[in-house]
C-alpha cells in the first residue's frame, strides 16, 4: 500500500492517519545508552542501522505519538530499505555500556536532542506520558544493569537469531508488559532457564525485589477492635459457670407415703374407699394399664378431659390413684401428669393383694 | 486511639497498646469447655417415662435413688443409690434404704428423686418410696423425662 505522502504503509499502520504530523519522523530509543532521540526519518534510521549506529533492537516509534515502543526490528517501514542494504555484520567489538555512563535518560534535553537529528526536525512537544514511560524503561535498564548475575552481552544476534531469543526471553524480566524489553537482545536467554544453575539469591532484581505490598508511603495497620467481643464472650462464659454448678433432675411431687397406715391398711382401704370416692376423683389402674375414672373405663387420651369433666361436675379436687401393684410405673406416671395437668391434688392409695 | 497512633508515630515509649487477642483466645478455650460440659438434666441410666409437668430438682439438694426393673417378672426391683446401676450401690432392703436416705438428710438434702423405669411395678415404687418416707423432713418425687 502506498499513500500519497510518500512512506510506504503496511495494514498495521493505518492508525497513522489518526495522526496530524509527518509519520515519517521517528523518535528513537537507544538501548543500549539508555537515550532517547528524536527527529528521525526513515532514512536516517535506516543510514545509522547500516554505520552500525543503530541497531535492531533499540525502540523507536512514530514521533509525537502515544504509542508503545517497538524495536526497530518490528518496523518494517524502518527496516524496508535496510533489508535490502549490505548490513554489516553486528560490530564484535561492541562493548557493554560502561559503568560510568549515567543509565537515566537526559529527559530534560530531548528537546535539544540533536546527535543524528537532521537539517530540519520536525518539532512535536514531548508530552509527560513520554517521559514517563522512558522513565520507566530506563529504570528497568538500570534495575538489569545494577543486576549481580554477570549478564553476558554477547555479539549482536543474526535477524533469524533474534526470534528464537525472543521466544526464550525469561518471564522475570518481563513482569510489565512492555513492547520490547531490552532482555530479548541477549542470547543467552535460553541459559538462563538452566535450573541446574538458577540461584534464588542472584535472580532478577525486579523479580526479587516483586512484592504485592502497597507501594508509596506507610502501610496502615488496620485496628480491629476486640473489646465488644470479649465482653460477649465474658457474658457466656459467665451463665454457663453458673448454669453449670446447678444440675437438674426432672421429676414430680408425690405425697409421701405415711408409713403408719399400712399397718392397717388392709383395714383403711376397705373402710374408706366409698368415704374417699365423694372427696377425691377415683382413678383406678389395673396391672395393664387400663383406666378407670370414678369406676368408668377410660381410654389414656381420654383421661384428662375425663378428670376436667369430673372435677367440674362435683367440685372434687383431689385425685385417689389406686394401682395394682403390678402396674406399669409409666402408666402411672401418666396419672400423676394428667392430674398436674388440670391442677388436681395427688393422693396415692394402695391396693393390697386380695386374699 | 488517633492520640495513641500519633504517640506511636513519634516513637515515644507511651504506648500502652493492649493486644486482646491472647485474651480472647483464652476465654474461648474456657468457653468451649463449659459447652462441652454443660448438661441441662443429668442423664439417667434407666428410661423414665415422660411427663409434661416436671420441675426441676437441683442436684445439691436431692438424693437419687435408680430403680431398675426386676430381672425376672414378680421379682425385686433393684435399687441403687445415685443416677447409674452401680452393682456397689445397690440397696438390698429397705432398712438400707431408710440408711442412706437419713445419711443424705443429714447432710443437707431434702429431697428423694426416685428415677424408676417405666416398667418397674408400681409396688416396687411404693415400697421404696414408704422406706425413703420413713425418714422426716424429705419429699419425694418421681424422676420423669422430658417429653418430646
Redesign the interface.
Known amino acids: 500500500m502506498q499513500n500519497g505522502r510518500g512512506s510506504s504503509l503496511t495494514w498495521r499502520n493505518v492508525w497513522d492517519w489518526e495522526v496530524s504530523r509527518p509519520l515519517d519522523i521517528w523518535d528513537v530509543f537507544h538501548t543500549d545508552r539508555l537515550e532517547a532521540q528524536r527527529g528521525f526519518t526513515a532514512d536516517d534510521v535506516r543510514a545509522a542501522i547500516s554505520r552500525g549506529e543503530l541497531r535492531q533492537d533499540d525502540l523507536a516509534r512514530p514521533s509525537g505519538s502515544s504509542e508503545g515502543w517497538k524495536r526497530i526490528a518490528e518496523i518494517p517501514a524502518l527496516m524496508a530499505a535496510a533489508a535490502r542494504s549490505d548490513r554489516k555484520p553486528p560490530a564484535s567489538d561492541l562493548q557493554p555500556p560502561p559503568r560510568d555512563i549515567p543509565t537515566a535518560v537526559l529527559l530534560d534535553d530531548l528537546d535539544e536532542a540533536q546527535s543524528f537529528a537532521p537539517a530540519n526536525p520536525t518539532r512535536v512537544p514531548i508530552t509527560n506520558q513520554d517521559r514517563s514511560e522512558l522513565r520507566e524503561l530506563t529504570e528497568e535498564m538500570a534495575r538489569e544493569n545494577a543486576s549481580p548475575k554477570p549478564r553476558k552481552r554477547p555479539a549482536e544476534p543474526p535477524p533469524a537469531g533474534a526470534k528464537p531469543a525472543e521466544a526464550a526471553r525469561p518471564p522475570g524480566g518481563g513482569t510489565s508488559s512492555r513492547p520490547a524489553p531490552v532482555a530479548a537482545a541477549e542470547a543467552v536467554a535460553v541459559e538462563d532457564w538452566d535450573d541446574e544453575n538458577e540461584d534464588p539469591l542472584t535472580e532478577d532484581a525486579e523479580a526479587a525485589g516483586f512484592t504485592l505490598a502497597p507501594r508509596g508511603g506507610k502501610e496502615k495497620e488496620e ?1 480491629l477492635d ?2 465488644a ?2 465482653d460477649v ?2 457474658q ?2 459467665m451463665f ?2 453458673v ?2 454448678a ?14 403408719d397406715k ?1 399397718k392397717s391398711a388392709e383395714q383403711a382401704v376397705a373402710r374408706t374407699v366409698e368415704d374417699l370416692s365423694n372427696e377425691n376423683i377415683l382413678v383406678e ?1 389395673d396391672k395393664l394399664g387400663q383406666v378407670q375414672v370414678d369406676h368408668k373405663p377410660v381410654a389414656p387420651e381420654n383421661m384428662i378431659p375425663e378428670l376436667r369433666k369430673a372435677r367440674d361436675e362435683t367440685g372434687r379436687l383431689t385425685m385417689l390413684i389406686m ?12 396419672a ?2 394428667a392430674a ?2 388440670i391442677g388436681l391434688t395427688i393422693k ?1 392409695g ?1 391396693l393390697m393383694a386380695e386374699e | 486511639m488517633l492520640l495513641q497512633q500519633q504517640l506511636r508515630d513519634l516513637g515515644q515509649s507511651g504506648d500502652d497498646h493492649l493486644d486482646l487477642t491472647a485474651m480472647v483466645d483464652v476465654i474461648f478455650q474456657l468457653l468451649t469447655f463449659l459447652l462441652l460440659t454443660y448438661q441441662v438434666s443429668m442423664e439417667s441410666a434407666v428410661n423414665m417415662p415422660a411427663a409434661k409437668h416436671g420441675v426441676g430438682v437441683e442436684e445439691s439438694d436431692s438424693i437419687v435413688l435408680t430403680v431398675a426393673p426386676p430381672e425376672s417378672a414378680g421379682g425385686a426391683a433393684g435399687v441403687y443409690l445415685g443416677t447409674k446401676l452401680d452393682a456397689d450401690k445397690q440397696l438390698a432392703d429397705s432398712d438400707q434404704i431408710q440408711q442412706k436416705v437419713e445419711e443424705a438428710v443429714a447432710g443437707g438434702k431434702r429431697r428423694v428423686v426416685i428415677q424408676a423405669d417405666g416398667e418397674v411395678p408400681h409396688g416396687e415404687v411404693l415400697r421404696v418410696a414408704g422406706a425413703a418416707a420413713k425418714v422426716e423432713g424429705i419429699s419425694i418425687h418421681v424422676g420423669v423425662e422430658e417429653l418430646r
Open positions: 485496628d476486640l473489646a467481643m470479649a464472650a465474658f457466656l462464659i454457663f459457670i448454669t453449670a446447678s444440675v437438674f433432675f426432672k421429676s414430680m411431687e408425690i405425697p409421701t407415703p405415711n408409713p399400712e389402674i394401682a395394682d401393684t403390678a402396674t406399669a410405673h409409666k402408666h402411672v406416671v401418666a400423676y401428669d398436674n395437668e396415692v394402695k
